[in-house]
């Protein structure tokens, strides 16, 4: 293999595919990237066993080949390549190394044989595709993916959960004590030409949501596994067998009490007062009354307290109700509105939050189970 390229086209590149390949990993192979030169193109390949990044930018082949290398130490030889600002860097395999040179810099490393590379297959036989708009595959991620749980015990819930219908498309994700749910419909909204429901690792998505450029996102699964196409990468992932909860059944069909908030101000309110909360429970309560709601947190042990009080446009029964500072926060500073409602029923049942007022063909909810308030 010899191919001659910019240095800081291929950084961009490196910085990517790196970014999937694990430091934990116990296969060594694993901690390689798979270096491929084919006619006009170079591409680099990492992957952590459950998922593969495949990154082509175009290049100058003089030699096609394909050779295995240490992903760390090539980054960082890539990187002083473009850090100096030379135009091309050549890169050539000759018999078990890698060497890396320029006018008056060279780099050589061990290569390895990529007979033992896993790779995934990009073409899956009678996979059924479609097409998601990368702005609204990334802001359905943000809003859902802070309420993936980050327990390995708890699989099902270790990922985001699509579905597709012919005329919406769902995004729902969830801990067990905070859950978040996006709907999209109106013209256009992407379907595979059949309801399915992949449940996709979290640890994918946040390495799609790098690759997000603007452009359409290609989306093509079957029988576990699922392929992202973005520009000139291609992302491929084993999908969670597990089955994701039955979330529909816990989201309120309606409410006693609703408020409505600026969510800036929420949260800095919130901040306040969880300076002085409870460190094991985090619980801060929040009282409901006529044209108010009350913020208050105390830690016994230094026997501190901290209050904070908003006023709002509210004429219901008065309500307290406490909850995890740090479950409330994840779900307020996870959305993208000005204002926010919270819709309640009693101070042990589920609150649900939405941003006010609706939008439509884009409809977002967060649930979150309150917490239990000592004496009360």
Do not use: W
Request: aromatic content about 8%; glycine content about 8%; some cysteine.
């Amino acid at each position: 293999m010899k191919v001659r390229v910019s240095p800081i086209a291929l950084r961009e590149l490196v910085s990517k595919v790196g970014y999937v390949i694990s430091p934990r990993t116990t296969q060594p192979v694993l901690k390689n990237f798979l270096i491929e030169a084919e006619g006009s193109s170079f591409s680099f390949c990492g992957n952590d066993g459950n998922m593969m990044l495949r990154g082509t930018i175009e290049a100058t082949v003089e030699e096609e080949g394909t050779v295995c290398v240490d992903a760390k130490k090539m980054t960082d030889i890539v990187s002083v390549y473009a850090q100096s600002s030379y135009p091309e860097m050549m890169i050539e395999s000759v018999d078990d190394k890698v060497i890396c040179f320029s006018e008056d810099t060279k780099h050589s490393l061990a290569g390895g044989s990529p007979s033992d590379y896993p790779v995934f297959d990009t073409d899956i036989p009678g996979a059924v595709s479609t097409t998601i708009g990368s702005d609204v595959m990334r802001r359905a991620l943000s809003l859902t993916m802070y309420a993936v749980s980050t327990d390995l015990n708890r699989l099902c819930l270790s990922g985001v959960l699509f579905e597709f219908f012919p005329d919406q498309m769902r995004v729902v994700a969830s801990d067990g004590h905070i859950l978040s749910f996006v709907r999209i419909t109106g013209e256009g909204v992407p379907y595979f030409g059949e309801a399915i429901s992949p449940l996709i690792p979290n640890r994918t998505l946040t390495t799609l949501l790098k690759l997000l450029d603007g452009g359409d996102v290609q989306v093509k699964t079957k029988e576990g596994r699922i392929i992202f196409t973005v520009g000139n990468y291609t992302l491929v992932s084993n999908l969670i067998s597990e089955r994701f909860p039955a979330y529909e059944q816990v989201i309120p069909r309606e409410s006693k009490g609703e408020i409505v908030l600026d969510r800036t101000s929420f949260i800095d309110a919130l901040n306040s007062v969880r300076i002085l909360e409870n460190p094991l429970t985090h619980l801060v309560k929040l009282s409901i009354s006529e044209g108010r709601i009350e913020f208050s947190a105390s830690d016994t042990q230094i026997y501190g307290e901290a209050y904070r009080r908003l006023d709002a446009d509210y004429s219901g029964e008065s309500i307290c109700i406490g909850f995890s500072s740090e479950a409330l926060l994840k779900i307020l500073k996870g959305a993208d509105c000005e204002r926010i409602k919270l819709l309640f029923n009693s101070p042990k049942s589920t609150v649900m939050l939405q941003p006010f007022p609706k939008e439509e063909g884009f409809d977002h909810l967060a649930l979150i189970m309150p917490s239990n308030i000592p004496g009360e």
